[in-house]
């Protein structure tokens, strides 16, 4: 056996015991205390490993543009509105520089896949597109990089999305996206995203709900078409922020319909809050998706970022860590189990959606993140800074722990 590295003393999620992890050739090649060898080490001082974080929906094409909008109402109309209008000048140039920096960022943040949404439409062209699939290849040594074709605007009011759609997927889009609130015909649009995932064979992401009125969902259809279609394990809906609005027996209801159909719900804690509920001007609703709730009826949650510096969301730091604590504080969850599962969401939970090793395990590969934590639940409690991160056996980041000059 020859090992190239040695992280020791590392503790892996859920487990009190301290072990050495060796690489050998991009993977794991042994896992237990006191491994002997004479291979370069490291330290990680009993601090938590995990396989990274995993954003599920993000939207690299349309970050870091809050500088070209005007956000007065802080609506979801504006914000479409907004974003439509902007990026009719955008470039490949331009979108390959703002979506990498986020991408740079996340790096250093621990996060170690993402899917993101990339508007194809009229007015955004192949740019975006064509911006991201560079992107991916140039950083895939450091990240793993998913893209979803998303239509933002609509898909029956405008007919040359769809077709535009079909090129994306033919050119190496992994999976489809729609967004059935801003069609006219919501459920004519998840139909025809539903076939174009089925003639490619790929999985479907919705854009779903997203407000606080309790009728008019279009959770139902995609349900029905899920289970119509035998598509189980391969559809992820973002926001369903209406589950907010109903109350909890309602929310186990639909849970167990989530569940039967094996639809994973991403909740977008910073966006929800900042664009929902407006129209309160007292004791106004978090406007987030109950994902704990959902997760005890055993549907797969996850927690993401959506956007970064834009109208949908004008802050950001593309932290997960930091965004998992978020949810945790509207949530107001506190206990160690509670938060643990918190941290699930924007890791093993993640991964099960996107078909991933949810393990640490001998012969897996060594793909890891090191956190200056205890546990998932003390991360999540503390948001944890990420110190370092392995890709396949290669360092791809370092962050040194502060150090006080008493």
Same mark, same amino acid.
């Given at each position: 056996?020859?090992?190239?590295?040695?992280?020791?003393?590392?503790?892996?999620?859920?487990?009190?015991?301290?072990?050495?992890?060796?690489?050998?050739?991009? !993977?794991?090649?042994? *896992?237990?205390?006191?491994?002997?060898?004479?291979?370069?080490?490291? /330290?990680?001082?009993?601090?938590?490993?995990?396989?990274?974080?995993?954003?599920?929906?993000?939207?690299?094409?349309?970050?870091?543009?809050?500088? !070209?909008?005007?956000?007065?109402?802080?609506?979801?109309?504006?914000?479409?509105?907004?974003?439509?209008?902007?990026?009719?000048? $955008?470039?490949?140039?331009?979108?390959?520089?703002?979506?990498?920096? %986020?991408?740079?960022?996340?790096?250093?943040?621990?996060?170690?896949?993402?899917?993101?949404?990339?508007? #194809?439409?009229?007015? @955004?062209?192949?740019?975006?597109?064509?911006?991201?699939?560079?992107?991916?290849?140039?950083?895939?040594?450091?990240?793993?990089?998913?893209?979803? @074709?998303?239509?933002?605007?609509?898909?029956?009011?405008?007919?040359?999305?769809?077709?535009?759609?079909?090129?994306?997927?033919?050119?190496?889009?992994?999976?489809?996206?729609?967004?059935?609130?801003?069609?006219?015909?919501?459920?004519?649009?998840?139909?025809?995203?539903?076939?174009?995932?089925?003639?490619? /064979?790929?999985? +479907?992401? $919705?854009?779903?709900?997203?407000?606080?009125?309790?009728?008019?969902?279009?959770?139902?259809?995609?349900?029905?078409?899920?289970?119509?279609?035998?598509?189980?394990?391969? +559809?992820?809906?973002?926001? %369903?922020?209406?589950?907010?609005?109903?109350?909890?027996?309602? %929310?186990?209801? %639909?849970?167990?319909?989530?569940?039967?159909?094996?639809?994973? +719900?991403?909740?977008?804690?910073?966006?929800?809050?900042?664009?929902?509920?407006?129209?309160?001007?007292?004791?106004?609703?978090?406007?987030?998706?109950? @994902?704990?709730? *959902?997760? !005890?009826?055993?549907?797969?949650?996850?927690?993401?970022?959506?956007?970064?510096?834009?109208?949908?969301?004008?802050?950001?730091?593309?932290?997960?860590?930091?965004?998992?604590?978020?949810?945790?504080?509207?949530?107001?969850? @506190?206990?160690?189990? /509670? *938060?643990?599962?918190?941290?699930?969401? +924007?890791?093993?939970?993640?991964?099960?959606?996107?078909?991933?090793?949810?393990? #640490?395990?001998?012969?897996?590969?060594?793909?890891?993140?090191?956190?200056?934590? *205890?546990?998932?639940?003390?991360?999540?409690?503390?948001?944890?800074?990420?110190?370092?991160?392995?890709?396949?056996? #290669?360092?791809?980041?370092?962050?040194?722990?502060?150090?006080?000059?008493?």
């Amino acid at each position: 056996m020859a090992i190239d590295f040695v992280l020791r003393r590392a503790r892996l999620p859920f487990s009190s015991e301290i072990l050495d992890i060796a690489f050998e050739g991009g !993977r794991i090649a042994a *896992l237990e205390p006191n491994f002997r060898c004479d291979a370069p080490d490291e /330290d990680a001082g009993g601090r938590l490993v995990c396989r990274g974080l995993i954003e599920t929906h993000i939207h690299l094409d349309k970050a870091g543009i809050i500088g !070209r909008c005007t956000v007065c109402q802080g609506t979801l109309a504006e914000a479409v509105t907004e974003t439509a209008r902007a990026k009719q000048s $955008f470039t490949e140039e331009d979108v390959y520089a703002r979506a990498a920096d %986020v991408v740079e960022r996340a790096i250093v943040n621990g996060t170690s896949r993402i899917r993101t949404f990339v508007e #194809i439409d009229p007015r @955004a062209g192949f740019r975006s597109f064509s911006a991201i699939r560079t992107l991916k290849r140039d950083y895939a040594h450091l990240i793993d990089i998913e893209i979803c @074709a998303f239509a933002q605007e609509g898909l029956t009011n405008e007919p040359e999305t769809e077709r535009m759609l079909e090129i994306a997927l033919s050119q190496g889009a992994d999976l489809v996206g729609g967004c059935p609130y801003t069609d006219p015909k919501p459920s004519e649009h998840i139909s025809r995203i539903f076939t174009l995932a089925e003639r490619f /064979d790929v999985a +479907v992401d $919705f854009h779903l709900d997203f407000d606080l009125d309790p009728s008019g969902s279009n959770l139902p259809t995609v349900i029905g078409q899920t289970l119509a279609r035998g598509y189980q394990g391969r +559809v992820s809906v973002g926001h %369903v922020t209406k589950l907010s609005a109903i109350p909890r027996e309602e %929310v186990e209801r %639909v849970a167990r319909q989530l569940a039967e159909a094996g639809i994973t +719900v991403t909740v977008l804690p910073a966006t929800d809050l900042f664009l929902t509920g407006r129209d309160a001007d007292h004791l106004q609703p978090r406007g987030v998706a109950p @994902a704990h709730l *959902l997760a !005890r009826q055993r549907v797969n949650v996850t927690i993401s970022t959506n956007n970064v510096l834009n109208p949908f969301t004008p802050y950001g730091d593309v932290s997960l860590m930091r965004m998992a604590n978020l949810y945790a504080n509207v949530a107001q969850l @506190a206990t160690p189990a /509670d *938060l643990a599962q918190v941290f699930d969401m +924007v890791t093993r939970y993640p991964a099960r959606l996107m078909g991933l090793d949810e393990q #640490i395990l001998v012969g897996s590969p060594a793909n890891l993140v090191l956190f200056d934590a *205890l546990s998932g639940d003390h991360a999540v409690a503390t948001i944890a800074p990420p110190l370092a991160g392995w890709k396949s056996g #290669i360092k791809t980041f370092e962050r040194k722990p502060p150090v006080l000059f008493r």
